[in-house]
């Protein structure tokens, strides 16, 4: 069995992502790491080679800037990398995700479990969605709880944008949802902790990939009901990037809330009302 890891990421320094971390997070149990790297205007190229690891395979490639469609841009280059893993399974990491080294076997265990079990597409991960600090933490159903991380990669599948993954039928062109079942493992992810500015740079960026207008972002403009504190322990190799503030990230007390936000309250509801987990899934679930 060998496991491929691998990644796209353009501008990671002027961006703020802590990407080094999240490669290196999961180097100890992949073959091979293939980082495709879009032509960017910083450091990010050195910055990955300056890693040197042997198991690290670097792609660079020139973004379709007249593609402002739906965020497909992101999935083209997704699958630029994931077209290059030679692996049995291949692990997508995003810039800005870090795997716990306390989940590092678990992924290995799910891996060598499913194997052989062709039903078995793909590999969930429990998600974290940090914010505003290292001590704080989303649970809603507006922040997806679990998804799809490592795909199966002797199957036809493609990313509509860099999110998730569709499977294609073996006779056909009709696409789903990959079948997936859970490692027990956590994905750490830290976009909303870097800085303001890095956040505003980086969605101004992006929405124009979506066809849409950059909104600024204040972080204290949330439903302050979903914040969370976290009393874990953070993976060690992101701690020194991680910011010093003290206690629970505060919101505005003030804040209106969106309709978006009205929405998910009420489903917040419905989850404790009847023991649901309402958060949008891009996976079909096995029992």
Known sequence: MKISA???????????????ESIRSILPIVDEFVVNVGISEDDTL?????????K?????????????????????????????????WAFYLEGDEIVHENDLQKIIAACRTNFNNNLVEALTFDYLHFYGNANSYLDSPGWYRREARIIRNTIRTYAPDGLFWHVLKERGK???????????????????????DEMNR?????????????KQIDYREIDPEIIREF??????????WLPKEKGLFVAN??????????????MRRFERWFGLELSKKHFIPLK
Request: contains cysteine; positive net charge; aromatic residues 12%.
């Open 202 to 214: 980086k969605s101004e960026n992006v929405q124009q990939y979506w066809s849409k207008k950059h």
């Open 6 to 20: 691998f990644t796209f990421i353009k501008n990671g320094t002027i961006f703020g992502f802590p990407f080094r």
């Open 56 to 88: 690290i395979r670097i792609i660079e490639s020139r973004w379709n800037e007249s593609m402002k469609v739906g965020g497909y841009v992101y999935g083209q280059q997704k699958m630029i990398a994931q077209f290059n893993c030679t692996g049995d």
């Open 174 to 196: 009709v696409a789903r949802y990959p079948q997936a079942v859970h490692t027990g493992a956590a994905i750490y992810h830290y976009g909303w902790v870097r800085s303001e």
């Open 46 to 54: 050195e910055r990955i080679r300056e890693i040197d690891d042997p």
């Open 231 to 240: 009393t874990g322990s953070h993976p060690e190799i992101i701690r020194e």
């Open 253 to 266: 007390p003030a804040h209106k809330l969106t309709r978006r936000e009205k929405k998910h309250r009420l």
